[in-house]
């Protein structure tokens, strides 16, 4: 079934947005399937007025009267009250409850009319590439509590406008998540996204307020398909709790629909899969799963009927790892990753610039001599500078200022306190004399007091 929604063009979306439907058949869904979700609307409240269930079926209020009127003539709902229009009042019938209590067995849904999954695939690759490339500006910008080379942020900014995958290496607390997690934010513009998808009579959830936020209201049309919901471009971060599982569509054996998997939830964004390896599953099999779908965009789900659905896989995939890439992939597959980019320890410089930052950040004062201070600290004892260990230092420097009662001001002793505490350098304690011990029973152990 065509829809108004499936001709669409690139530029009528981001204009006005999905057009208001104006006949049944303008929606793409089954009006038995319809039908029968307003009836679950119908005995869900107590007072079913049209325009009641057509706010719950987020539909045009012609329309919900419409799939009431169906379902008053097959006497399964009754007229209790009409006055004016839209107030029209409803109840439930013995032959409706009968009907309801085999709708639920089947199917649970009882949220916002779906659309169909035609319309859903039409508009994920409709809104897939911004309407604005990235450039040096927009990427710099994006990217500006960070201090990055610009090679890298050239590498970034290819990596945006082409939508390609990347591969993103480096050593642990280089700031390889911070770096994944801030593509997203390069990305202009919002997307509509629907509540639910509908195949087959079965229902998908797409819309999750953990990973979906609302744009902002002024960019929002007056007039569109309310079934539909403009967000923020989604950015999808999953880890170490990460399964083959995850990645297909879960289904609930009691509220009877699915929720989509994390992947289909990051259409139109970005998706980061954060210290690659290191998940449940092998990274073999995870780049095995994800391959057809990272060179054909697109990606197969399995009903629990068995039936497999095509559902578009639209979204930048940055796989973040402090692991060795060819401990994970053979060649073969890196080449399909579309971009590769290492992020490398901070120079002294680039440390300077970051600390100064973080500094400020919480309104202390970075003195050049206590910045040189630490920075001779990691000379003499040979260690290596990461991206993340001004900021870590400066939380544990502020922590002492707190627990001392003092106010927030960097010095070499404060610092000295927060580099043992985070380093977990030995801490030195006054020897007990033997007759202070004998004499006041203490313990020659220092912990013991």
Known sequence: MMSQTTI??????????????????????GEGFLCDLALKHVSMVSEPTTTVIAERMYLPRALAEEILE????????????QTTVGATRYAMLDHGWDRLLRLFSVCG??????????DYAHMMRLQSIPSRPASMETVRSAFQDLILPESLLQTLGCVINSRRSL????????????????INAALPGAIWIPYAVEIDGQIIRVFDSHCHHFAAAEVIPNDYDRRWVLIKRPLVVVGGELTLENADLTWSETAKFYEAPFQMKSNGGTLVIDDFGRQRVAPQDLLNRWIVPLERRVDYLALHTGKKIEVPFEQLVVFSTNLEENDLADQAFLRRMGYRA?????????????FKKQAYNRGM?????????????????????????????LDRATDICL??????????????????????????????????????GRSDDPLEL
């Open 8 to 29: 669409l063009s690139r530029v009528e979306v981001e204009t006005m947005g999905p057009p208001v439907p104006e006949e049944l058949a303008d929606l793409g869904v």
């Open 70 to 81: 169906k379902l008053y003539r097959e006497k399964l709902i009754e007229v209790r009250h």
């Open 109 to 118: 849904y009882s949220g916002p009319a779906p659309v169909s999954l035609n």
């Open 167 to 182: 591969f993103l290496t480096g050593l642990p607390g280089t700031g390889k998540t911070a770096v994944a997690e801030r």
């Open 342 to 354: 290492r992020v490398e320890p901070p120079t002294p410089e680039a440390y300077s610039e970051i």
């Open 365 to 393: 004062r970075s003195k050049q001599s206590v910045l040189t201070h630490v920075l001779n600290k990691y000379k003499s004892e040979g260690r290596q500078m990461k991206g993340c260990e001004p900021r870590d230092l």
């Open 403 to 440: 627990f001392e009662g003092q106010p927030l001001a960097l010095t070499p002793q404060v610092l000295d306190i927060a580099w043992r505490n985070y380093f977990g350098t030995s801490h030195s304690f006054a020897p007990v004399t033997s007759d202070e011990s004998s004499s006041e």
